[in-house]
């Protein structure tokens, strides 16, 4: 059981360049979210998708655009990246409510 | 406006002493406190649990207690051992669901041999 898979691991982009972050989960889960994890910032909530077709702006999402593509895919677009994106993003998924989230194993970008 | 703060922001323990990590929250219609593990290199995984309506939840070796009056809430391990040595986030979310779980900043543990 594969869970919640990301990709990819790592990305290098220079400054201005576009990339796009996938995201599955194969739990049948209705939300899914994106995070960014800064050192001593915590996990910041970028967008989250409470169920196919819906999606809706957390604490940071100035800089990113997110598509829900289906019930298992959750994908994160950095239209023009900047330095300050540089982090690590972790895609999560959970029934709607549980309040448990499943988290993926990340990916580290680094924009220079 | 950070909705939960968590200290220390690191930790080091000896094998076999008790980890405190506390929480404060300042939103009072949080309702869901849960508490996540994460290692080096992988995504956070819940630890540990608790609602408002009780003081304190144990699993083996983890504790959390809650006080609501004063809105704080930590995590206690006991007996620690060095394959607890990780980072640990408190989160706080309303309506005990997982939507806009609000963390604290984390604390890196370290149990020492």
């Known amino acids: 059981n594969a869970g919640v898979t990301q990709t990819p691991k790592f990305q290098v982009l220079k400054t201005g360049q576009s990339m796009t972050l996938q995201c599955a989960q194969d739990m049948n889960h209705n939300s899914m979210y994106w995070y960014r994890q800064d050192p001593g910032m915590g996990l910041r909530l970028i967008y989250y998708?409470?169920?196919?077709?819906?999606?809706d702006k957390g604490e940071v999402p100035n800089g990113y655009n997110v598509s829900r593509l289906n019930k298992r895919e959750f994908s994160l677009r950095l239209e023009s990246a900047a330095p300050s994106q540089t982090s690590v993003y972790f895609c999560?998924?959970?029934?709607?409510?549980?309040?448990?989230?499943?988290f993926g194993e990340g990916s580290r970008l680094t924009v220079l | 406006q950070q909705q939960v703060k968590q200290s220390p922001q690191s930790l080091i323990v000896q094998k076999g002493g008790i980890s405190i990590i506390n929480c404060a929250y300042e939103?009072?219609?949080?309702?869901?406190f849960p508490w996540y593990q994460q290692f080096p290199g992988k995504g956070p995984a819940l630890l540990i649990a608790?609602?408002?309506?009780?003081s304190e939840k144990k699993e083996g070796r983890f504790t959390i207690s809650f006080n609501k009056s004063a809105k704080q809430f930590s995590l206690h391990i006991m007996d620690s051992q060095p394959g607890d040595s990780a980072t640990y986030f408190c989160?706080?979310?309303?309506?005990?669901?997982?939507?806009?779980?609000?963390f604290g900043k984390g604390t890196k543990l370290t149990v020492n041999p």
């Open positions: 999560a998924s959970s029934e709607q409510n549980t309040g448990e989230l499943f």
């Open positions: 989160a706080a979310s309303m309506q005990g669901g997982s939507e806009k779980l609000v």
């Open positions: 939103n009072t219609a949080f309702d869901y």
């Open positions: 608790i609602r408002p309506d009780v």
């Open positions: 998708s409470a169920s196919e077709g819906t999606t």
